[in-house]
């Protein structure tokens, strides 16, 4: 392939591989030396400005963790330490792709980002109401949100880019079913679950890791819109979203939900027939029961929407002792990319605006200056480490155990590795997870999305379905007049 055509770095370098980022074997984690996932990254985090470039259309409030169950032999994280300890938290739900005026009850995934300020820091656990992602790998985020966002020549949002796209990602099969079930329009954030999505470790007392997944679900029962009626309340009530959970709190209707993990011994990993760290895939519960943690209560509106919400930072890296990461690929680049974001949209000292501070510890570093310091700037202390002045010092009792790393580092390709599997999930979600009514209401809303998308991509697209569930592809075909014959030669061709 000559220069001309092929993909550069911004220094005009040639791309080996845009698909897979480089990561210490298979199963990550993500390297720093992946230059070009990092200029993908920060070029991406930098494309719109000021509001946020996904989730930009979003509403928060503030409340309490409470726990009720006892996991201290999982974590040693304080926020968990005694069974009725109370923690205060603020939540911002979003939708991901639409504008800051767009309706909120477009048919998207929403954003829900969860901030607890504990004793030993802030804990942000930032995800979705949904369980998976449409992808597994970080490299490929940028160039999923563009297919949601704006086409570059008319500024219009064609609906074939996303099929397009979807239709050559077989990964992101999981999560384009889910998305057009009826839980693709949920009525508010008060009647949708939220999940921390991505595989994360705790670590207690002894120094053990388990693998964890967070799950938090809605005490007022799952609530959402028809298809139909998320259409007609986009144009009489855009903000139904925002005003439903704000006059419900106002009201002392205080909204709850019950937080639960799924717990996964480290060795565990090495075996589960599932890729664990796969974004694009769901821990059964019948191999990891969910176990209680506590119940979230939402009971305080915010004063001033821009202060405390638009100006609201959540980022993955922000994690207190006893709860850490995992080798997930996509979680690995999200640690670097959201500070990145914030830095960007809100200033280096985004962390002092009131909302982002540390309400219950102490804030001790050697960061200094930089745009909009509104503090003391820690006074005259000295601003180097180490010293002989009293400055704060490393402390090791917070180490973490190693985490076993192997395999030799370049870009693996995820199709032919251990997670090559995009039907078996997908297909326990149509067979078993919707039933009769709600695979009807899935056949619908994909059938009027994808009905004037161009055939080669109906082709593609229906082609995946129909390795789901065979009647499920045939009536999707059916629906949107396409061949089923034509439909399976599409792939391979």
């Known amino acids: 392939m000559d220069n001309y055509k092929s993909l550069t770095t911004k220094a005009g370098c040639p791309v080996s591989n845009n698909q897979h980022s480089m990561t210490a074997g ?207 309340m986009a144009g009489e009530d855009p903000d139904y979203s925002t005003r439903d959970l704000y006059e419900a709190i106002a009201r002392n209707e205080f909204p709850k939900w019950k937080m639960s993990v799924q717990i996964m011994p480290e060795s565990d990993a090495e075996t589960y027939h599932w890729h664990p760290f796969d974004l694009t895939k769901v821990w059964p519960h019948e191999d990891y029961p969910l176990q209680e943690v506590g119940i979230v209560e939402l009971n305080r509106n915010p004063e001033n929407y821009f202060a405390e919400v638009e100006q609201a930072a959540f980022e993955p890296n922000n994690r207190v002792p006893g709860i850490s990461f995992s080798p997930d690929k996509v979680l690995q680049n999200r640690v670097l990319s959201y500070g990145d974001a914030h830095r960007y949209r809100l200033g280096i000292n985004y962390d002092q605006i009131p909302v982002n501070q540390a309400k219950h510890s102490k804030v001790r570093t050697y960061h200094r200056d930089g745009s909009m310091r509104v503090d003391g700037n820690h006074g005259n202390a000295v601003n180097y480490e180490p010293n002989t002045y009293g400055g704060p010092m490393e402390d090791p009792a917070y180490d973490e155990p190693p985490l076993k790393i192997e395999g030799e580092a370049t870009r693996y390709n995820s199709y032919t590795c251990d997670d090559r599997d995009y039907y078996e999930q997908p297909k326990m979600f149509y067979q078993h997870t919707l039933d009769d009514l709600g695979r009807k209401q899935l056949i619908q809303n994909l059938a009027t999305s994808m009905n004037k998308v161009p055939k080669n991509i109906q082709h593609r697209q229906v082609y995946h379905f129909y390795k789901v569930d065979k009647e499920f592809g045939e009536q999707v075909a059916k629906a949107i007049d396409v061949n089923i014959e034509d439909a399976l030669k599409a792939w391979e061709t």
């Open 26 to 232: 298979p199963r990550g984690p993500v390297l720093m030396q992946d230059v070009h996932l990092i200029e993908k990254m920060a070029h991406f985090n930098r494309e719109r400005i000021p509001e946020r470039v996904v989730h930009a259309k979003g509403y928060g409030a503030y409340g309490t963790l409470t726990v009720t169950q006892d996991i201290t032999q999982f974590t040693k994280a304080k926020i968990f330490s005694d069974i009725g300890k109370q923690t205060e938290c603020f939540f911002r739900f979003s939708t991901v792709g639409g504008e800051s005026g767009s309706a909120d009850t477009e048919r998207d995934p929403r954003g829900f980002s969860m901030k607890f300020y504990t004793e030993e820091g802030n804990w942000d656990l930032v995800g979705n109401n949904t369980p998976i992602f449409f992808i597994r790998d970080p490299l490929k985020f940028s160039d999923f949100i563009h297919t949601q966002k704006r086409e570059p020549g008319s500024h219009l949002k064609p609906n074939w880019m996303k099929w397009d796209y979807w239709s050559l990602s077989p990964e992101s099969l999981h999560q384009v079913m889910f998305l057009f079930s009826a839980r693709g329009t949920p009525k508010s954030a008060r009647f949708m679950n939220g999940y921390g999505s991505h595989t994360y470790s705790l670590i207690n007392h002894s120094g053990e890791r388990h693998w964890v997944k967070f799950h938090v679900k809605t005490m007022q029962g799952i609530q959402n819109f028809t298809a139909d009626e998320a259409t007609r």
